[in-house]
């Protein structure tokens, strides 16, 4: 009965110390960033953006941020550092709803006075929810909340410690991994025409253009998660841009109806920010040499990484820059080439 009790004792002991060495390990090393930055002599390896995000804008030293859907993952960090003096990171959600967003900005807030904040505005995230999605889509909450105690998940978490953490070892001391090149995507993914016509579903029919008020109540709201971000941080210099989608993507908004809206909604979203002496808009989706060309994209909105550079280039020039004076100009244009796109354009490749 002894022996039974020392064993027992024992092997308690040793499960003890086992998973305090298991938490300790993840703890040090902190693939996810939770508790620090990297330690000396490591990279930032950054490749999960639910995972890690979250963590890095609470203990990364930086002064400005990306912040963004899935076509800001392959900016490279570096580009606005040279171009902007400053020193950043991104903050990604794929879905890029403005309640995401805001959300992220306001984590990095919490902790960081910001220089900039170089925001990519999509067209879809003014008519979205403005409630954060991040719990109804099955993300860790347990690494997104202030509570340590309900760590366990990730510092017990058997693919931390066998797959995340080797992970970033490896990249940190092996090959000649661009820290800049957070959550990108881009490589080994293919672009071209084939490749963005094939990933478009075309819808058999036009249908009815719905009024261009249909999403007014979450347009009023996104509105308002935007200028309350201005007015918050008076400060901080909010640089937005409209991304060039390419015609695939009008192409569907016209058919769906929702050409109109989306329309409107740019018009209404850019007015108000306008109205903040933080605010910049640049506007680059009515390029039309790089949207009626389909070798740029793997999909109806998804660029590839050429047409980063150019955003960025531009952005650091400061050029399509929109002002109260040539807004609405603009936005006339771009409806003028989306019309142009579904009557003309898009018919050399449907007949």
Not at 158 to 181: H, R, T
Request: negative net charge.
């Amino acid at each position: 009965m002894n022996t039974d009790k020392k064993f027992l004792k024992s092997f308690f002991i040793r499960t003890l110390l086992l998973l305090a060495a298991v938490i300790g390990v993840v703890i040090i090393f902190d693939p996810f960033y939770q508790y620090h930055k990297p330690l000396p002599g490591l990279k930032a390896v950054l490749t999960d953006k639910e995972y890690q995000c979250i963590g890095t804008l609470h203990t990364f030293d930086y002064d400005s941020l990306i912040v963004g859907s899935s076509v800001c993952e392959n900016y490279n960090n570096h580009w606005f550092d040279e171009g902007f003096g400053c020193r950043t990171i991104k903050a990604i959600r794929s879905y890029g709803a403005t309640a995401d967003l805001c959300y992220l900005l306001d984590n990095a807030f919490e902790t960081h006075n910001l220089k900039y904040v170089f925001y990519n505005i999509d067209p879809s995230s003014l008519s979205a929810s403005t409630e954060p999605t991040y719990e109804s889509t099955g993300c860790p909450m347990y690494l997104y909340d202030k509570n340590r105690l309900n760590d366990y998940p990730y510092l017990l978490n058997k693919d931390v410690l066998m797959e995340k953490l080797p992970y970033m070892l490896a990249y940190s001391f092996i090959g000649d991994y661009d820290e800049g090149n957070s959550y990108n995507w881009a490589q080994w993914k293919y672009f071209g025409q084939d490749m963005a016509m094939g990933l478009y579903t075309r819808l058999p029919s036009v249908k009815n253009m719905q009024p261009e008020t249909v999403n007014s109540g979450e347009l009023a709201g996104n509105i308002a998660l935007l200028t309350a971000q201005l007015e918050a941080h008076p400060d901080t210099t909010f640089k937005f841009f409209f991304s060039p989608y390419s015609m695939l993507w009008w192409d569907n908004a016209y058919r769906s109806g929702e050409r109109d809206a989306v329309i409107y909604n740019e018009k209404q979203a850019v007015k108000a920010l306008l109205a903040y002496d933080n605010a910049e808009i640049y506007f680059y989706q009515d390029d039309k040499d790089i949207i009626t060309n389909l070798d740029n994209y793997m999909d109806i909105v998804h660029f590839s990484k050429d047409i980063n550079y150019y955003v960025y280039d531009k952005l650091s020039r400061g050029e399509e820059r929109l002002t109260m004076e040539n807004y609405e100009e603009r936005l006339d244009g771009m409806y003028g080439l989306s019309q142009e796109i579904v009557e003309d354009i898009i018919t050399d490749y449907y007949h």
